[in-house]
């Protein structure tokens, strides 16, 4: 069974936040928010993409939930803080331009120094988060937005670092904007077979335009990214069901099964019935379901 919910039902995100003891998931999850992970007592392994991810005790990891994703080690960990940023939230906090663009393509982004919260500062967090009053949800948007201003600027890495990078643009708050209204866009739509000019209307812009300020800032084109979203569907279906190929490029938004056969091929360099093999294998051999 498919752990996600379907990211075009998702009308409405909340900030969230869980702080318990880890466990194996069942199988891939994805969702539209940004998630953060700190673990406080020890590490934990996650599967994200085709990537086993080590996140060290006491750091805090972030990446972007759109990327099937699941825990399949929790070690010694005990106590882990487990926050949900809905992506225009986390878009709008005014971090590092290249902390956000190399999460939204896909990387993991890890906090250099460990142990930059604590057990009492996640509680408050959590609190806030079950509050009834209005001001405490502001306050709460902004604590969080803080912690990540302060990952950012203490230093981070990458679990895999760009080869090649160039400097990104400098984002005015309007320019910024209208890059998160068409990723926002192309999250919620991507298996309707978009067309580039779909997503420029989206976000009021003209398509040159839209196709320029986002290669820009994502390194890569808006039908690329669309293809990114499908295929990312496309993987989480092929691992966690039975449903026939075919079946599987319609609904993820492919014209036709060659179509979805040569892009899954181009991206993973696997055959979806490979890549549906290897999940299977992947799952045995991690001991999910067990």
Same mark, same amino acid.
């Given at each position: 069974?498919?752990?996600? *919910?379907?990211? @075009? !039902?998702?009308?409405? +995100? ?5 702080? /318990? =003891? ?5 199988? %891939? ?104 009053? *209005?001001?405490? @949800? !502001?306050?709460?948007? +902004? ?5 990540? /201003? =302060? ?5 981070? %890495? ?133």
């Amino acid at each position: 069974m498919v752990q996600h *919910p379907e990211p @075009a !039902a998702m009308e409405e +995100e909340a900030l969230s936040i869980e702080f /318990r =003891r880890p466990g194996k998931m069942p199988g %891939h999850h994805w969702h539209r928010q940004v998630e953060v992970n700190i673990p406080l007592d020890g590490p934990v392994h996650y599967l994200i993409g085709e990537r086993r991810i080590t996140l060290p005790a006491g750091h805090v990891g972030l990446f972007w939930g759109l990327i099937p994703h699941r825990l399949v080690d929790q070690g010694s960990c005990e106590r882990m803080a487990i926050l949900n940023i809905p992506l225009p939230l986390f878009l709008g906090f005014a971090l590092d331009e290249a902390l956000q663009s190399r999460l939204l393509q896909g990387q993991v982004i890890v906090s250099d120094r460990a142990h930059l919260f604590g057990e009492g500062d996640i509680r408050r967090w959590q609190q806030d988060a079950g509050h009834r009053q *209005p001001h405490f @949800a !502001a306050l709460l948007q +902004e604590e969080i937005a803080l912690m990540c /201003r =302060r990952v950012a600027l203490t230093g981070w %890495h990458s679990l895999q670092p760009e080869q090649g990078a160039v400097p990104l643009p400098t984002l005015s708050p309007e320019r910024a904007n209208k890059l998160h209204q068409m990723i926002a866009f192309m999250s919620c739509h991507y298996r309707e077979g978009l067309k580039v000019a779909q997503v420029a209307q989206a976000a009021r812009l003209h398509p040159n335009y839209a196709m320029q300020l986002f290669r820009q800032v994502m390194g890569a084109s808006i039908k690329q990214y669309l293809l990114t979203l499908q295929i990312n569907h496309a993987r989480v279906l092929l691992a966690e069901s039975r449903r026939p190929v075919q079946d599987i490029a319609l609904s993820c938004g492919f014209s036709g099964q060659s179509r979805f056969y040569d892009a899954f091929g181009r991206l993973t360099g696997l055959t979806p019935r490979q890549y549906r093999r290897q999940s299977r294998a992947e799952e045995q051999k991690t001991g999910i379901g067990d």
